[in-house]
């Protein structure tokens, strides 16, 4: 990718041969690119993303049958690679069918299926028939044909009984299991598919249920003239983003509950990010709901691969869904100008903390993450700007602070491209004059105590303190002269983690009056403690968590924000700074069957830390 200049896409037709124009480029223009790096993106530069999005699409199909043609056999019974290049070919020549086309090559879970059978061809992954994966390209012609009106005929693979045409649906074959042929005809509006003696015929309008085809849905709302029209797709294998997953077709109830979550998600959006709202409706294409998750909590995920799609649980709010959808539409932005030039160069196996996760992150899974919480931040921000919940405030500066914790990461880096480095110091235009923006006293304090919680929780489960500083600092507390062993594994990626307290803190920052019922209606609660400023209550109550369980992580980094909040009296910066050394040195000697009290431990490693570790290696991931 270039930046600067005039967008121009050159047409990249298909055939036999390859591209007609092999050496064709996007030309980003400058204008676009930085509106996109500030989180921004009108529909213009959305839809000029899309058209390179589609060369790319074209791209991967020629690597595909490509590879088909050198090795027939990934195509096995069904028909070799000129047959799909042919179709492909016919399509595209005609001016009713080149449109439809382009829809189908398009869409979201067809990038992802091409990008899936690429490598697994690259890397010889086979556990399927291969030709039931390659395959699928024959399934694209032959939807592109019926949803155009041209006459067809092809053979199909099917998966498990099923047949998937992409944007249409699914055809289902009763009793049938493992990889199968079917025979594909569509002519003068009749389309059927056969397999042996049983034969499908799918309805005549293919948006509606029969017993042999699953249809795959649409969602459409709109909101002050503006339209957002996604498919809930419950039926594609690829909606998933790795290996293909049978259809979960939804009940007519929960399709109406989709239907309602978005159409209030979608007024929201038009009434306060009106410029976001825009850009999606060119871009967001899909929604795949996934199953509920045990604890209730929301669960969502995109990919690169499958530009405008997002996989979601179904969120308990219109505003929860509204603040997903921003979210992952930014992961497909970044993503489509992924695909256009590196922003990371290489990956040297670092891993750093993103203030979101639980775990340690590469570079470009934080640039990701970054820039997904730009866009929340945006979105909190304008919902405040339209004065609709002073409870936002809270949201707002804890995405706020999120978002400069991970970009005051990448800013650091020395891995960024030149490209990279414009993305970056876009944000951080965009981010900079938010950080001074005012909240109120309760969302700002709670949004540095949920931060800090998440840190202090994170360098717990996932920094590993050097064992030689461990053993030493251990030995000296006991007065030992001598190492003592103690070889059993370091556990601390396995502890639970239940992020409790960033509620907590929400509800004391927004609904102080539903605070003080929680308070008034618990038992002595630790968190609640520390919350509602009890100190001196919190830290008994954490010292007594971990005296019972030396692995409770949650009750770690309470302890340090208890301290933190009880003053300069109180062995605080070990705590903040390197939790890890203090809960390692603990766990070891609770290993050992020594009693001691894990606030002194912080002390120790406060007054002695420093001179223990000096000369070793530092904690890492």
């Known amino acids: 990718m270039r930046v600067g200049g005039q967008s121009r896409q050159e047409d990249i037709g298909v055939g036999p041969a390859g591209p007609v124009n092999p050496a064709a480029y996007h030309v980003f223009p400058e204008t676009d690119f930085d509106e996109i790096a500030r989180g921004g993106g009108g529909p213009e530069a959305i839809a000029r993303l899309l058209a390179s999005e589609y060369s790319r699409r074209l791209l991967l199909v020629k690597v595909l049958l490509d590879l088909a043609s050198a090795h027939p056999e990934l195509l096995g019974p069904l028909p070799p690679a000129t047959a799909a290049w042919r179709e492909l070919e016919r399509l595209q020549a005609l001016p009713q069918s080149a449109a439809v ?9 067809l990038g992802v299926w091409l990008s899936h059978a690429i490598r697994a061809v690259k890397n010889r992954v086979r556990p399927t028939p291969m030709w039931l994966e390659v395959g699928q390209i024959h399934c694209a012609t032959f939807a592109a044909a019926v949803r155009s009106g041209q006459a067809a005929q092809t053979l199909l693979p099917v998966r498990e009984g099923g047949v998937i045409l992409p944007t249409l649906g699914l055809a289902r074959f009763a009793g049938l299991n493992g990889p199968a042929v079917a025979t594909a005809v569509t002519t003068h509006g ?8 049983q034969e499908l015929i799918l309805p005549h309008d293919l948006t509606q249920d029969s017993d042999c085809w699953w249809s795959l849905r649409r969602l459409d709302v709109s909101a002050v003239g503006r339209t957002l029209s996604v498919y809930l797709d419950d039926v594609d294998p690829f909606r998933d983003l790795a290996d293909p997953v049978p259809p979960q077709r939804l009940s007519d109830t929960a399709v109406t509950g989709w239907r309602e979550l978005l159409d209030g998600a979608w007024h929201i959006l038009n009434s306060c990010a009106g410029e976001t709202a825009a850009a999606m409706s060119v871009g967001l294409r899909s929604l795949a709901p996934l199953p509920e998750s045990r604890d209730g909590s929301t669960r969502s995920a995109s990919t690169g691969d499958g530009f405008g799609a997002a996989l979601l649980t179904r969120p308990p709010t219109a505003v929860s869904l509204a603040e997903t959808l921003v979210h992952e539409f930014q992961h497909s932005k970044l993503g489509g100008l992924l695909h256009l030039g590196d922003f990371v160069e290489g990956d040297d196996e670092s891993r750093h903390y993103a203030p979101w996760r639980d775990d340690p992150r590469p570079l470009g899974g934080l640039l990701q993450g970054v820039y997904a919480f730009l866009g929340i931040t945006a979105f909190w921000r304008s919902r405040l700007e339209c004065g609709k919940d ?7 500066a804890f995405a706020r602070r999120q978002t400069w914790i991970g970009l005051y990461a990448l800013m650091k880096s020395r891995r960024l491209t030149e490209l990279g ?22 969302a700002l304090h709670g949004s540095w105590y949920a931060t800090t ?10 920094l590993r303190p050097d064992p030689d500083v461990v053993r030493e600092m251990a ?16 556990a601390f990626s396995a502890i639970p983690w239940s992020h409790r307290r960033v509620t907590l803190y929400r509800i004391h920052a927004s609904a102080p009056e539903r605070f003080l019922a929680l308070q008034a209606k618990s038992a002595r609660d630790a968190d609640l403690d520390l919350v509602g400023g009890e100190v001196t209550e919190a830290l008994t109550a954490y010292r ?24 300069r009296h109180l062995p605080w910066r070990c705590l903040l700074r390197r939790p890890e050394l203090a809960s390692g040195v603990y766990r070891r000697l609770r290993r050992l069957r020594v009693k001691c009290d894990p606030l002194a431990i912080a002390q120790w490693c406060e007054q002695h830390g420093a001179t223990a570790a000096s000369g070793r290696r530092r904690s890492r991931p």
């Open 101 to 109: 086309l382009r829809d189908v090559l398009m869409h979201p879970q």
């Open 190 to 197: 009749v389309t059927s598919l056969r397999v042996g003696r």
């Open 390 to 396: 002073p409870a936002d405030q809270f949201d707002y």
């Open 421 to 442: 480095e414009r993305f970056v110091n876009g944000m951080n235009a965009r981010l900079q004059p938010w950080m001074a923006e005012r909240v109120s006293r309760t």
């Open 453 to 462: 919680d998440h840190r202090i929780g994170w360098r717990v489960r996932n």
């Open 475 to 490: 030995d000296s507390w006991m007065g030992a002269n001598r190492a003592v062993p103690d070889d059993r594994p370091w």
């Open 544 to 567: 007594a968590r971990l005296r019972d369980n030396a692995d409770d992580g949650d009750a770690w980094a309470g302890l340090a924000l208890a301290c933190i909040a009880g003053g």
